[in-house]
């Protein structure tokens, strides 16, 4: 009897579909290899992201746009300008935008200038979407709001404007 009992259990083999429809026909599938879950719970510490990382992404996402030639309001290029001349450090990514953080969400600020012959209404509606889209993906937070400044637009031809010493040629 043990024997009948040993023929019944064992699965059917492969295209004996005679024992198909039974359920036992059909060996359980058992994962070749067993891992331990991991969620977010099982990793303790906490992340910290600095303000000035946030004004950097959004600085980059703001001159994404089509439009945006440059950030920062009058005082804050010229004060560039200025740091380029004399050779204190580069360029600061994050000019002209100041971001607040708290319990993973965030408020972003920014200055910009825009592009003479741009709807600036248009550019500045693109500049708040792309920030909050850029943001929140880059970095996992909720945008409560995007403030827009528009403080300048730059004419065609104009480019970065130069410090007036850097308007000089030297003899």
């Known amino acids: ?8 259990q064992q699965p059917a083999p492969p295209g004996d579909s ?12 058992a994962p070749s290899y067993v891992e ?5 719970a099982d990793v303790k510490g906490r992340i910290k992201v600095a303000d000035e990382v946030v004004e950097k992404v959004a600085a980059l996402a703001a001159l994404e746009v089509p439009g945006v030639a440059d950030m920062g309001g009058d005082l804050v290029r010229a004060l560039e300008s200025v740091r380029d001349r004399i050779g204190i450090g580069s360029r600061r990514a994050n000019q002209g ?3 607040q953080i708290q319990d993973r969400q965030v408020a972003v600020s920014l200055t910009i200038v825009v592009e003479y012959g741009h709807v600036v209404m248009d550019v500045a509606s693109e500049v708040k979407a792309n920030v909050s889209k850029i943001v929140s993906r880059m970095l996992g937070m909720s945008v409560t709001e995007v403030n827009v400044t528009v403080d300048d637009v730059r004419l065609p031809g104009e480019g970065r404007r130069p410090a ?8």
């Open 18 to 29: 005679a024992n198909a429809d039974s359920p036992e026909a059909v060996p359980p599938s």
């Open 1 to 8: 009897m043990s024997e009948a009992l040993a023929e019944q």
């Open 164 to 171: 007036p010493a850097e308007a000089e040629e030297p003899s």
């Open 97 to 99: 935008v100041s971001a």
């Open 36 to 40: 331990a879950p991991t969620t977010e």
